[in-house]
């Protein structure tokens, strides 16, 4: 599954006249389209860096949509999904969307309310891909701090002076300046106020409440 830079509308459907209307539906408005016959067979090829969107059926042979749904998160697979079925019910409908799909549709459904989904769906996992890049970049940076500029930075978020941290590390005050420097640097943070986010991004300190 190449689909790591790429993202793609993965559509599980055993109904291979649904599969090819889907895609080339799908296609005809300028996205990405992989097909899978199973639910296995989409998990066996799944990626936990994927982007984009799942499209899966619910009655499929072997395992169901909403079996292969429970083995996403084991995968680490969180894509949004949309689930959709021409016999759903209630019960079915209320397990998937428990089970934390974004929506479910029931067949026949409208071309432009299947693509109206699948972009809200692309837009939110845009939106997941984003925030994760971000905290990478951040653990990065937070990464390449040495030791002493981590202590540094654990008392400025703290919320201590430079000379309450050098009588806490037993240093002197000059040494603290220039290893907060270093440090704010290497963060990229041009405050104390984005400093503090940053720390609460990175699990580094619970938000005040």
């Known amino acids: ?74 995968q680490q697979i969180s894509i949004p ?41 692309l837009l939110i996992d845009e939106q997941r891909w984003q925030q994760q890049s971000q905290i990478h970049d951040l653990q990065a940076h937070y990464d390449s701090l040495t030791r002493r500029e981590r202590q540094v930075f654990e008392g400025v978020v703290s919320g201590m002076s430079n000379q309450e941290i050098a009588d806490h590390l037993s240093i002197n005050r000059k040494t603290v300046e220039g290893h907060r420097s270093h440090m704010m640097a290497k963060m990229q943070a041009s405050s104390l106020s984005e400093l503090v986010q940053m720390s609460v991004r990175l699990g580094l300190m619970q938000p005040f409440s």
Not at 42 to 67: E, N, W, Y
């Open 1 to 74: 599954m190449s689909t790591e830079a790429n993202p793609t509308v993965f559509v599980v459907d055993d109904d291979a006249d649904v599969r090819d209307s889907l895609q080339w539906l799908l296609e005809s408005v300028g996205l990405c389209v992989q097909t899978f016959e199973t639910g296995q067979a989409f998990l066996d090829a799944a990626s936990a860096k994927a982007r984009g969107c799942i499209l899966m059926d619910v009655r499929m042979p072997g395992i169901s949509g909403l079996t292969a749904q429970k083995q996403l998160s084991e």
């Open 81 to 121: 999904l949309i689930m959709i079925s021409g016999h759903a019910d209630v019960d079915m409908a209320v397990t998937a969307m428990t089970q934390g799909a974004k929506t479910f549709l029931q067949k026949p459904f409208s071309d432009q309310a299947l693509i109206d989904h699948v972009q809200q769906a």
